[in-house]
């Protein structure tokens, strides 16, 4: 039986996003010299679908709107052709929403979060972002190819943060037909599913469906059977994969990885602003540090005794109290199990959150969680600077005790949201 290559994950030498040129790379593993179309390319190294293949002598075009990109790959890839546009079923010029990071903020590469969805850019600024619109041309990709012809192309990836039907209706199928599509699968921001808004075109223009790795959608020629069988295998790969590091077979998130994340600075939080622990966007303010899952449905748990979170508070003018609230539960199996926890925070203690089966019955009758606000002095904060919350948690559960045998974490409290804001005497509840 063939073995399967190592990932990204395992040493391998990949370079994109998720499983991209993972996969592509088994699949096109008997062609020493192929083309591709690269779409809403981004950065010519990181997270790049097709720098794997040019490392190995491939070429082909990268088509990004971010002029940010321009001169990346000029130096990193010169011997592919670079266009700054976006690709649409009818040329002219669209308004782009090019994001950055806040002001003195460099925590990360915040320019592949540009977009041409003028609504999502303002979901970015409302969250700290920095958005700067400029007027960008678009045109559509059969125009290219007229300019820039290419005889055979191995594979297209198409990742344009919900345009993907756009792209696809300005294809002429006639003159076009790469032996693989790879096309990014969720709507932006979100992990609802988006190909269904566009796989018809794919369908009705001679290619089937081979896979998928949950954020991405893998479309072949429906008379290339070596192609299908080939996808058949590398995906039984990336299933065992995804199985190894804790990842839902569906999904692109571990079911418990712990955060660490120790050196990254968040973005500044707004005082009462309430910020969930579902929201990826808010993960950039309050950040992740030890002992708490990625993002679930829900928000997150914390893993085992000892629970850190990071934020950045500043203000210019301290009050003399502050309030932080949390909406927080616990797992209670039995009526004899309790969870509490001690809350620091920079080491001062804040207060203690307490849950049993009687308060989060209450709980679960009228919202999921319980809401906690503690009263806090200025002094306690870092003005400026980055705090840390610690909980001190007694009392854990672990999940394989109802029967979910392959979690094995232990599990203290849900964390919903998040909030600090100026003290108000009249608003708190559940107050220590």
């Known amino acids: 039986m063939c073995k399967c290559p190592s990932t990204k994950y395992d040493r391998g030498n990949f370079y994109g996003q998720f499983y991209e040129d993972y996969v592509l790379g088994y699949v096109f593993n008997h062609i020493q010299s192929g083309s591709y179309i690269d779409i809403g390319s981004n950065h010519p190294k990181i997270n790049s679908v097709t720098n794997y293949f040019y490392q190995k002598g491939w070429r082909g075009i990268s088509i990004d709107a971010n002029p940010t990109f321009k001169e990346l790959y000029e130096e990193e890839r010169p011997d592919d052709i670079h266009l700054t546009a976006g690709i649409a079923d009818q040329e002219g010029t669209l308004p782009f929403y090019i994001i950055s990071d806040g002001p003195g903020f460099k925590t990360f590469n915040t320019a592949r979060l540009s977009t041409f969805d003028k609504s999502i850019s303002q979901i970015y600024e409302k969250n700290g972002f920095l958005v700067k619109p400029e007027s960008i041309p678009v045109e559509r990709l059969d125009n290219i190819l007229k300019q820039y012809p290419m005889d055979d192309i191995t594979f297209m990836s198409i990742d344009v943060a919900g345009l993907e039907k756009n792209v696809l209706q300005s294809i002429d199928f006639n003159t076009t037909k790469p032996a693989v599509f790879i096309i990014e699968s969720t709507y932006p921001i979100s992990r609802k599913p988006s190909y269904q808004d566009w796989e018809k075109i794919l369908i009705k223009?001679?290619?089937?469906?081979?896979?998928?790795?949950?954020?991405?959608?893998?479309?072949?020629?429906?008379?290339?059977?070596?192609?299908?069988?080939?996808?058949?295998?590398?995906?039984?790969?990336?299933?065992?994969?995804?199985?190894?590091?804790?990842?839902?077979?569906?999904?692109?998130?571990?079911?418990?990885?712990?955060?660490?994340?120790?050196?990254?600075?968040?973005?500044?939080?707004?005082?009462?602003?309430?910020?969930?622990?579902?929201?990826?966007?808010?993960?950039?303010?309050?950040?992740?540090?030890?002992?708490?899952?990625?993002?679930?449905?829900?928000?997150?748990?914390?893993?085992?005794?000892?629970?850190?979170?990071?934020?950045?508070?500043?203000?210019?003018?301290?009050?003399?109290?502050?309030?932080?609230?949390?909406?927080?539960?616990?797992?209670?199996?039995?009526?004899?199990?309790?969870?509490?926890?001690?809350?620091?925070?920079?080491?001062?203690?804040?207060?203690?959150?307490?849950?049993?089966?009687?308060?989060?019955?209450?709980?679960?009758?009228?919202?999921?969680?319980?809401?906690?606000?503690?009263?806090?002095?200025?002094?306690?904060?870092?003005?400026?600077?980055?705090?840390?919350?610690?909980?001190?948690?007694?009392?854990?559960?672990?999940?394989?005790?109802?029967?979910i045998n392959t979690d094995t974490r232990k599990l203290g409290l849900s964390l919903y949201s998040m909030k600090v804001g100026k003290y108000s005497k009249n608003k708190n509840k559940h107050s220590s």
Request: glycine share 4%; charged share 20%; aromatic share 14%.
């Open 205 to 403: 223009n001679g290619y089937v469906f081979a896979m998928s790795d949950a954020l991405n959608r893998y479309y072949v020629e429906a008379n290339n059977e070596k192609l299908l069988y080939k996808f058949n295998f590398i995906n039984m790969c990336v299933i065992n994969n995804k199985i190894k590091r804790d990842i839902g077979v569906n999904s692109i998130y571990p079911y418990h990885s712990v955060a660490n994340k120790t050196n990254i600075v968040p973005l500044p939080i707004v005082l009462n602003k309430k910020y969930s622990f579902a929201d990826p966007l808010h993960e950039k303010h309050i950040v992740a540090l030890e002992g708490i899952s990625d993002i679930e449905s829900f928000g997150r748990w914390t893993d085992g005794n000892t629970a850190k979170l990071a934020f950045y508070f500043n203000q210019a003018k301290l009050h003399s109290y502050y309030t932080i609230s949390f909406e927080l539960s616990a797992l209670i199996t039995d009526e004899n199990l309790t969870v509490a926890s001690s809350v620091y925070l920079n080491k001062h203690l804040i207060g203690d959150v307490y849950f049993d089966e009687t308060n989060v019955k209450q709980a679960n009758s009228n919202k999921p969680y319980i809401r906690f606000d503690f009263k806090v002095p200025k002094h306690f904060f870092v003005n400026g600077q980055k705090n840390i919350l610690t909980f001190k948690i007694n009392g854990t559960v672990n999940p394989s005790y109802l029967g």
